[in-house]
């Protein structure tokens, strides 16, 4: 599981823990997958240092679990990363591409790296994409371009590896109380007038560990999709009718196009991004 020394990626381990699975905590800071594996029990958890955008690093990490545990049964591909909002104009370049290598590139790679195992094994594979897949990505381009793809790649695995007895499922998750959140939109000066403009019932947090335990449960049901919270359900079903309605406001709300214009100046500041 890429991204899991922390957030939704730790509390999908632990859920998976609990019900006697052993663990292969992957993410890019050795001492934080080690730590978060010796919570779980070194009889049931490794940590393991991972860089998504390094396939070797990739290819080596499934061998030294299939070497640890003697399979691998499930992949959760959860490494992702996203940066202040900022209009595709005034968004770094560098910001761009390294969101894009993380969070489509680095699931195709993890993906790819554990592929013969999955169908050796009948297994199955998680990978993480958002609400930002059906929603405006309006200030954050690069992002919903990365969960919009990972979600075409987790639809076309779960036809392709039909006749390997093998499943996947794409997870959808709006927002999380995670430090991805916290310093990607909370920090940001503008964060109160951007949560005016999404209504209120979609505002709702999570917690990792509600998201986590989603997670588990449809590895267990192999299940082909989970959106949490539970009301995004209604807009991923009735995208088609509402993405256009919301993209006329965009252009034509004075609020929502005063926000724009405050994003698209950005290019002259510091845009970090964050896990």
């Known amino acids: 599981m890429?991204?899991?020394?922390?957030?939704?990626?730790f509390a999908t381990a632990k859920a998976l823990a609990a019900r006697?699975?052993?663990?292969a905590i992957?993410?890019?800071?050795?001492?934080?997958?080690?730590?978060?594996?010796?919570e779980l029990g070194e009889d049931k958890a490794i940590g393991l240092a991972a860089d998504v955008t390094d396939r070797g690093a990739m290819q080596r990490a499934v061998a030294t679990v299939v070497e640890r545990f003697g399979a691998l049964d499930v992949?959760?591909?959860?490494?992702?990363?996203a940066a202040r909002g900022a209009t595709l104009r005034a968004q770094a370049t560098e910001n761009t591409e390294r969101?894009?290598?993380?969070?489509?590139?680095?699931?195709?790679?993890?993906?790819?790296?554990a592929l013969?195992?999955?169908?050796?094994?009948?297994?199955?594979i998680v990978v993480i994409s958002s609400i930002y897949a059906f929603v405006n990505g309006v200030g954050t381009a690069a992002y919903a371009m990365s969960k919009a793809a990972v979600e075409a790649?987790?639809?076309?695995?779960?036809?392709?590896?039909?006749?390997?007895g093998a499943s996947a499922t794409v997870a959808y998750f709006g927002f999380i109380d995670t430090e991805m959140v916290h310093k990607g939109i909370d920090e940001d000066p503008l964060a109160d007038r951007i949560w005016e403009t999404t209504p209120k019932p979609l505002r709702k947090r999570l917690q990792p560990e509600q998201a986590g335990e989603a997670i588990v449960r449809a590895i267990e049901q192999r299940a082909p999709r989970v959106i949490r919270p539970r009301r995004w359900v209604i807009w991923s079903v009735l995208r088609g009718i509402v993405n256009p309605l919301i993209d006329k406001r965009f252009e034509s709300d004075a609020q929502s196009q005063a926000i724009v214009r405050e994003l698209d100046a950005r290019g002259d500041q510091e845009q970090p991004t964050t896990a």
Request: aromatic letters at 2%.
């Open 26 to 38: 992957l993410d890019l800071d050795l001492a934080a997958a080690e730590r978060a594996a010796s």
């Open 75 to 81: 992949v959760v591909a959860n490494a992702g990363i």
């Open 99 to 113: 969101i894009l290598d993380v969070n489509l590139y680095g699931v195709y790679r993890t993906v790819d790296a």
């Open 116 to 124: 013969p195992e999955i169908v050796r094994r009948g297994g199955h």
């Open 153 to 164: 790649l987790g639809r076309a695995l779960r036809a392709e590896l039909v006749p390997h």
């Open 20 to 23: 006697g699975a052993n663990v």
């Open 2 to 9: 890429t991204g899991s020394a922390r957030g939704i990626g």
